[in-house]
């Protein structure tokens, strides 16, 4: 799960009731690559997203984030070729300087328009105005430009896409199609160059992606999720959120999915596994919100016993206006152990609903 | 202190002590200063307002990237795209007609959803995707306007664009920063409504600081086509200025011709004053005063009158900048570029005008009499008598200098224009103007000398006292005389040159305007708006009965050598129904017409040629969509539409490189014997429910010579202000003569004069001086206007004007001026029957 | 000879219509807003073809009364009366009228017009009256003064002498039954002055025009056939010869 719920909100608010003319995320999905890579404009709500840690040859440790996202918001066909609008694009773009203790943070949102944004799968091409994903031979290529801060970087995966949930949809909430077809790259090799303030830094690291596409996913009692991609030192991943519901309990739809050496996925569900807050907290002076950003992570089928902190307390993506929410999402550290034996990694955590209470409400 | 004491005693005193005098001195100078500041005040505004909402609503950008017939859409999405850290924002920019009022109004395409979250939108309130009150937002049919179009959110606007009429729903309406008047829409909508199919008007870029804007601009530029345009923001906002700076200068010397008269005022005022005050400056120069001082003293004199004259201006100036802005939008509307007056600012920059205009006129007026009394020796102070009426005049002298003057104007017409400037044409009418003031002295004498008799026979006793009066008071006559003339000269000149250049137009028009019917949208017609009609009309009105060729006129907003010019096409196949000879060359239309359907070949019009040195033969490169491609001139054409200039191609040759079909302007070519009502009736059916207006050929005629008219009302408001101050002038003169002459006058009733007799002499005087200022302004005006045709016209327009004599209106204006001028004589005459002989003959 | 001005003026009344008569005149002036008294309840009557000379001090009333018989001005109290005329009881276009065919007047600075020449100085009371034979009157005129020849001179081309010999002739050209002359050898030389006296000696004797002069001069005074020497706005003496 995958999901940014400034994205959802604006989803919520466009919609012009044509939900219905959407396709829901259906068990028994047949998925096919390249083509799942791409757009999938039967279905509402989709994203490309990567986060990653990054080390500069000094040493210096970077995380970021990329995300693209295409919401549906009219299926009529269109009057203006060029101009007329039927997706939202949305983006949003995080360096975490973490040597310096600094985020940048930066959003922006489209129309396709004539080719300011959109999906190809002809071009390979996932893009934003000039943020972009492009696959090229096996491998893909970011790069994001924002006013003092950029990226270029260059992924390959030695593992095949994860697919995530059971039977080719991850459930989200009760009821049918409250669920999302989700996809996985684990663990992408990454090179590259970041650019903060006018200087260049050559970094290396490892990279994670996800692409998730529904039409309605989240339940209407559920008020945020907290989510966790891991890429431990044994060659090993795991990815677990867990959705908070109105009464603060977890709801039961919380899962996850551990992937092997080989790239095998096990699907976790919310018996599997716990997730919980130690204590520590990091209080935004923008949106006021309250973030546990230490973390105790167990999962005994697999012996894992983890203990999580955010590399830097400050990484909250802000929202700028009165009504969008702000989120957390940042790079983590990740100690503990594995069947006793000390293990360490890295990873990206997202914590959205701190800020206020999230309208659901749908159209 | 005692120096002050001294000016006060010398200078000032006397001031008071002769209020009229004063009064219309001061008046002649607040009235000049006033019309100058006016027409900078009117020019500010009207320039002003080339900023109007749509750079308003630019934002911060700091490129903007145009391309004739729109950029094409997908250009946007390459920039978008570009590696750098840059803001792109595409824009359609067009207009409306608000059915209700009738106003034009900018309509405005933004890509609303990209501005979401900007500053600029969170400022104007325009939907945030990301803001709840947006919620079920559906972005078509809403409009954002200006709070002068709608009052709240949910009400409803009749918009007419193009040819076609919709009511609108207001989404919101824009806080002032953002204009008053502007209609905001999403880019979808506003590209859809204003027929702009696959193109956006504008794309602003905004770019860091850092390097330089010359190397964005590069940088964008490489990757971009020809034929777009890369340019800093505003620069089409500053073409303007620059194409308007000629006209506001052409109108800035014309309201300087107030002055010029307002100056002979002066000079007559101190003159007159330097003389009744030879014996006080004799009795000071004996008691010490340096020839400096005394000449300091009347220059200080006459910079009370430039100060107080100033001061008066402003709040005059300024009630006449209302006026004028008026007169101005209309001119400026119809000639350069659409626009909306914006505010008359007074600020210290004017005030300074103001100032320095007012000492500066009075000063320069003052320096000669002021020498003058520099001049008096001591001795005067005793010599009192016949002696002190008397005027040094060296009319022989001045009359040669006049003569040396008038070769100087004439070689100085000869002299091309600088940098578009005619400056040597305004030298050589200057030099004109100072010529004939120079000659005055000899021409009035000798004018007086060779009509006393038949006057004295005409008028009788008093016509010869009149003229033997002024004949006596030469200096002062002359310049009165110079004064009034100017004005008439002025009045004349530019009503000789209006005159011409509208029977020019109507001349061309004649044979411009063959066909029996035109259409155009609804709307003020402006250079630069260029309203479409469906092309599918059109074709309807093409195969009614009756209807013999239509041919699609389309016209498009250009740039070239950074000047804005008009672009334009037409079906070169309706050119057998041409039957005029309109081009520079003298071949026949049908020839060169035929010719401009061969392939890329262009004709222009005569403004433009001159204004970018362009001949037939030449090649001209325009930027057409995103191309630029080469026309072979084939000739240059006459032409009185427009002062920006015109490019004619052929419709298909356009429709090749810009694929809009809507044509413009229709013109409607009936069969031979349809019948034009019945016609006239078919089409106005076809076109029912679009907002056409269709004229018949005499209709347009009449619309054409309308506007025309309304262009040059600036002109005419000018020449009043310039003809009341000289009247004004001739009054306070007068009032002045009979003053100085109260002894006379009493004596005349000692002799038996009646009453009658003098009020007749006094309004004989001021008779022959408007007959005198007629007949020298008209010889000078006839003078000048040959100036303004052939020279300072054709140096800054580029027209050619036929020359000829407006005799009606001339006839009229000057009966105006004479009339003003006797009517100027009665409130003097007034007074001079009004005194006590027995009093004014003996005070001594 | 002496009289009481009142007996005098009955004299004058019993031997015939005097050309100029004052009757009982009083005239007041405001000067500075105080009322000052120019003649006294004065009577005095001059006949036809009489040369009058007015002495007196300045002030004594010497112009006021000239004035007032030249139809210049009306009296605030008693009649003047011109050739039997009382000018109280005309308008402003009745006392042109008067002035136009009786009265001719002769100042001390000659007031020749300066735009005009000589000729047409003299033939100007004709033109403005609308006379139609100015021009033949004037030269006559010109020549009985002894300025035939000058015509078409300026009077800044002429000496004081000929210019109040120009004035004169003026005065003269129409006729009128009053010659009025204030101080008209005031600005001359005794030479030209003799010569001024001269002539206005020859108008009352050979033209029968009553002529009324102020002087100071006692020279020119002895020209006259009668001196009347006022004093404070009254008549102090008549001389008669």
Request: glycine share 8%.
């Amino acid at each position: 799960m995958r999901n940014s719920l400034r994205c959802l909100i604006v989803c919520v608010l466009l919609l012009t009731g044509a939900g219905a003319q959407y396709q829901q995320a259906m068990p028994g999905y047949e998925y096919q690559f390249p083509r799942d890579h791409f757009s999938h404009p039967d279905y509402r709500t989709e994203w490309w997203y990567y986060t990653g840690n990054l080390k500069a040859n000094d040493g210096r440790r970077f995380g970021f984030e990329l995300t693209f996202f295409r919401q549906g918001v009219n299926r009529k066909p269109l009057q203006n070729v060029d101009w007329g609008v039927q997706d939202l694009y949305l983006a949003h773009f995080a360096v975490s300087d973490i040597g310096r203790q600094k985020f940048y943070y930066t959003e922006r949102v489209n129309r396709a328009g004539p080719g300011i944004a959109g999906i190809s799968r002809q071009q390979g091409r996932v893009w934003n105005g000039n943020w972009q994903a492009e696959w090229v031979n096996d491998g893909q290529q970011l790069q994001a430009i924002g006013k003092d801060f950029g990226l270029q970087l260059q992924l390959k995966s030695n593992k095949p896409p994860v697919i995530h949930g059971q039977n080719g949809v991850s459930q989200k909430g009760e009821g049918i199609g409250h669920a999302s077809h989700y996809i996985s790259f684990t663990r992408l090799i990454t090179s590259g160059h970041i650019e903060i303030e006018g200087k260049s830094y050559e970094v290396k690291g490892t990279s994670w992606m996800d692409h998730e596409f529904s039409t309605e996913s989240l339940a209407a009692n559920e008020v945020g999720w907290d989510w966790l991609s891991i890429q431990l030192g044994d060659d090993t991943e795991l990815m677990l959120y867990r959705l908070r519901r109105t009464d603060g309990s977890v709801d039961r739809y919380s899962s996850g999915t551990y992937i092997d050496g080989q790239g095998r996925g096990t699907h976790l569900s919310a018996r599997d596994f716990s997730m919980l807050p130690l204590g520590e907290t990091w209080r935004s002076t923008k949106s006021q919100a309250r973030y546990p950003i230490a973390w105790r992570v167990n999962v005994p089928s697999i012996g894992l016993e983890l203990q999580i902190h955010a590399a830097m307390q400050n990484q909250e993506l802000a929202g700028k206006t009165r009504l969008s929410t702000s989120y957390w999402e940042g790079a983590i550290d990740v100690s503990g152990t594995r069947a006793h034996k000390p293990i360490a990694g890295d990873g990206y955590l997202e914590m959205t609903g701190y800020d206020k209470p999230l309208d659901f409400s749908g159209p | 202190m005692t120096r002050l004491l001294l000016f006060f005693r010398l200078m000032v005193r006397p001031l008071f002590r002769e209020p009229i005098r004063t009064a219309t001195t001061v008046l002649a100078v607040a009235l000049g200063v006033a019309v100058v500041i006016a027409i900078e005040l009117a020019g500010d505004a009207a320039a002003g307002s080339f900023r109007s909402s749509v750079e308003t609503l630019a934002g911060d950008s700091e490129i903007e990237v145009t391309a004739t017939g729109g950029v094409p859409d997908d250009l946007v999405g390459k920039l978008a795209t570009l590696p750098y850290p840059i803001r792109v924002r595409p824009r359609i920019e067009g207009f409306a007609v608000v059915t209700q009022t009738g106003e034009s109004v900018p309509v405005i395409g933004l890509d609303l959803i990209a501005e979401a979250g900007d500053r600029m939108s969170r400022d104007w309130k325009l939907p945030d995707f990301a803001d709840g009150s947006e919620r079920g937002a559906d972005l078509s049919s809403g409009v954002w306007v200006g709070r002068r179009l709608a009052s709240k959110a949910g009400d409803q606007i009749k918009l007419q664009i193009n040819d076609d009429t919709r009511e609108y729903k207001v989404r919101g309406v824009l806080p002032s920063s953002a204009g008053d008047n502007a209609v905001l829409m999403d880019i979808a909508e506003a590209q859809q409504e204003l027929s702009r199919t696959g193109r956006v008007d504008r794309i602003l870029i905004r770019v860091p600081d850092q390097p330089s804007l010359e190397i964005w601009q590069q940088r964008l530029r490489q990757v971009l086509p020809d034929g777009v345009q890369v340019r800093p923001q505003g620069s089409g906002t500053e073409e303007n200025r620059r194409m308007m700076a000629a006209f506001r200068w052409n109108l800035r010397i014309l309201s300087y011709v107030a002055l010029v008269v307002g100056a002979f005022l002066i000079y007559n005022t101190i003159s007159v004053s330097v003389v009744r005050r030879r014996p006080e400056i004799g009795i000071l120069r004996a008691l010490g005063a340096s020839r400096r001082e005394v000449l300091a003293a009347f220059l200080c004199e006459s910079i009370l009158f430039g100060v107080v004259g100033a001061l008066l201006a402003l709040p005059l100036g300024r009630a006449m900048a209302v006026g004028a802005v008026n007169l101005l939008g209309t001119t400026v509307n119809s000639l350069y570029v659409s626009s909306q007056p914006g505010s008359i600012n007074l600020n210290w920059r004017i005030i300074g005008l103001a100032l320095m205009v007012g000492i500066g006129v009075a000063v320069l007026s003052a320096i000669s009499p002021a020498r003058e009394a520099a001049q008096v020796s001591p001795v005067e102070a005793m010599a009192r008598g016949r002696r002190e009426y008397i005027l040094r005049v060296e009319k022989w002298r001045d009359l040669w200098i006049a003569v040396g003057l008038g070769i100087a104007g004439v070689a100085a017409a000869k002299i091309p224009a600088i940098d578009g400037k005619p400056l040597f044409g305004y030298l050589s009418a200057i030099l004109f103007i100072g010529a004939s003031a120079l000659a005055m002295p000899a021409l009035v004498e000798a004018l007086l000398a060779a009509g006393t008799r038949v006057l004295t026979a005409l008028l009788g006793v008093e016509a010869l006292l009149a003229s033997r009066s002024l004949k006596g008071s030469l200096r002062r006559t002359a310049v009165l005389v110079g004064a009034l003339s100017t004005a008439v000269a002025m009045m004349t000149s530019v009503g000789i040159m209006v005159g011409s250049f509208r029977q020019t137009v109507v001349v061309w028009m004649n044979s411009q305007l063959p066909a029996d019917i035109y259409l155009r949208p609804v709307g003020n017609p402006a250079i630069d708006r260029h309203p479409t009609i469906s092309p599918d009309l059109a074709d309807q009105i093409e195969k009614l009965p009756g209807v013999e060729a239509v041919d699609r006129f389309r016209s498009y907003d250009i740039n070239y050598q950074n000047m804005p010019a008009t672009l334009a096409s037409a079906e070169t196949e309706t050119a057998r129904y041409y039957h005029s000879s309109g081009f520079l060359s003298g071949k026949p239309d049908r020839e060169v017409v035929a010719a401009l359907r061969g392939g890329d070949n262009a004709i222009v019009s005569e403004p433009f040629a001159n204004k970018h040195h362009v001949k037939a033969g030449d090649t001209l490169t325009l930027s057409l969509g995103e191309r630029k491609v080469s026309f072979h001139v084939l000739d240059v054409f006459y032409d009185y539409a427009s002062e920006r200039g015109f490019v004619i191609l052929d419709r298909d040759t356009m429709l090749k490189y810009l694929p809009d079909p809507a044509p413009t302007n229709l013109a409607v070519y009936l069969k031979p014997r349809a019948n034009l009502a019945a016609v006239r009736r078919e089409i106005e059916r076809v076109s029912a429910n679009r907002a056409v207006l269709i004229f018949s050929n005499r209709d347009i005629r009449a619309e054409a010579v309308r506007i025309f008219d309304q262009t040059f009302a600036i002109t005419y408001a000018l020449e009043a202000i310039a003809i009341i101050v000289a009247v004004m002038g001739v009054a306070g003169a007068l009032l002045a003569l009979v003053i100085d002459r109260r002894r006379e006058l009493g004596l005349l009733r000692f002799l038996g004069a009646a009453t009658a007799q003098i009020r007749k002499m006094i309004l004989v005087e001021a008779g022959v001086l408007g007959l005198l200022a007629n007949l020298a302004g008209l010889l000078l005006g006839f003078v000048l206007s040959l100036v303004l045709i052939y020279v300072i016209n054709k140096q800054s327009f580029g027209w050619t004007i036929q020359f000829h004599w407006p005799v009606a209106v001339l006839l009229a204006a000057l009966t105006i001026v004479y009339v003003a001028t006797v009517l100027a004589g009665l409130y003097p005459a007034r007074i001079a029957t009004r005194l006590i002989p027995i009093e004014v003959v003996h005070e001594e | 000879m002496e009289m009481k001005p009142e007996s005098r003026s009955s004299a004058t009344l019993t031997a015939g219509m005097p050309v100029v008569s004052f009757q009982a005149v009083s005239k007041d002036y405001l000067a500075d807003g105080q009322k000052v008294r120019a003649l006294d309840n004065l009577s005095l009557g001059i006949e036809e073809g009489e040369f009058v000379a007015l002495v007196g001090r300045s002030g004594c009333g010497k112009s006021t009364l000239l004035n007032l018989a030249g139809a210049m001005d009306f009296p605030t109290s008693g009649r003047v009366l011109l050739d039997g005329t009382p000018t109280s009881s005309l308008n402003d276009s009745g006392l042109t009228c008067i002035r136009r065919e009786k009265v001719g007047f002769i100042f001390q600075s000659f007031q020749l017009l300066p735009t005009l020449s000589a000729i047409e100085n003299v033939e100007l009371p004709l033109l403005l009256a609308g006379s139609p034979t100015g021009r033949t009157a004037a030269r006559e005129m010109l020549g009985w003064v002894e300025l035939a020849g000058c015509e078409d001179r300026m009077p800044h081309q002429l000496s004081g002498g000929q210019m109040q010999r120009v004035a004169i002739a003026r005065a003269l050209v129409h006729s009128p039954r009053v010659l009025l002359a204030d101080e008209p050898t005031g600005n001359l030389d005794t030479t030209s002055g003799d010569m001024i006296l001269n002539l206005l000696r020859r108008i009352a004797t050979e033209h029968k025009t009553t002529t009324l002069m102020a002087t100071h001069s006692l020279e020119a005074a002895a020209m006259a056939d009668t001196i009347v020497r006022l004093r404070d706005g009254r008549v102090e003496e008549v001389l008669r010869r």
